[in-house]
Every structure is written in C-alpha cells, then in structure tokens.
Nanobody
Framework: QVQLVESGGGLVQAGGSLRLSCTAS????????MGWYRQAPGKQRELVAS???????NYADSVKGRFTISRDNAKNTVYLQMNRLKPEDTAVYYC???????????????WGQGTQVTVSS
C-alpha cells in the first residue's frame, strides 16, 4: 500500500506565502516524477508544477516566478513554496507521485487526498 499525505494548506491574505508538503510512504521501490495539481470549484484539475527525480522542474505559466517546487528524495517528500499568492490561486491542491512499488512493476500514479488553499483579497 502507498499513501501520499499532504500538509500546509490554509487561509492566507493576498500577497502572503504558504508552503505545502507531501510525503509518500509504504511499499515503494522508486519514485520518478512528483508534482502538484490544483482544482478550483467548477474547474478542471490543472498542473501547477512538477519535478523529476533529477530535479528538473516545470511550472504552469500562471505560477512562474511565484511558486517553487522542490523535493527530498531521501524522505520521499515534495514541497511547494507559494509566494505572492493571489485570490485566483484558491483551490484544493493535490500532490501526485509516479512510482514503482517493485522493480518489475510499471510506473503508476498515486494521488494525495488534497489540501485546501484559500487566498483572501
């Protein structure tokens, strides 16, 4: 069994900062890409940022220059530092890990339960 547990969401004023964390636990052989997605009410889930096991990153245009994704491979943890938050960043944020549970397994996506981020104007 694999679990992804997120933390760090909350309520913040526009211009403020939050840091999200997500730790993967359980029977894991190797984690490849990790990422953060978000879903606002009435909208589709969208990619916010992703990071490979080598540390290469990718960001949505809407968060470039404000958000930073990082990871600690030894802890199976991915972080999202969010600065200069805007009301339009309000959403449930989900982390995702692409991983193998065993060397012979194919890569499978696992998702966290989501954490609410609310930015007030």
């Amino acid at each position: 069994q694999v679990q992804l547990v997120e933390s760090g969401g909350g309520l913040v004023q526009a211009g403020g900062s939050l840091r999200l964390s997500c730790t993967a636990s359980g029977s894991i052989f190797r984690i490849n890409d990790m990422g953060w997605y978000r879903q606002a009410p009435g909208k589709q889930r969208e990619l916010v940022a992703s990071i490979t096991s080598a540390g290469n990153t990718n960001y949505a245009d809407s968060v470039k220059g404000r958000f930073t994704i990082s990871r600690d491979n030894a802890k199976n943890t991915v972080y999202l530092q969010m600065n200069r938050l805007k009301p339009e960043d309000t959403a449930v944020y989900y982390c995702k890990a692409d991983l193998r549970r065993n060397p012979w397994d194919r890569i499978t996506d696992y998702w966290g339960q989501g954490t609410q981020v609310t930015v007030s104007s």
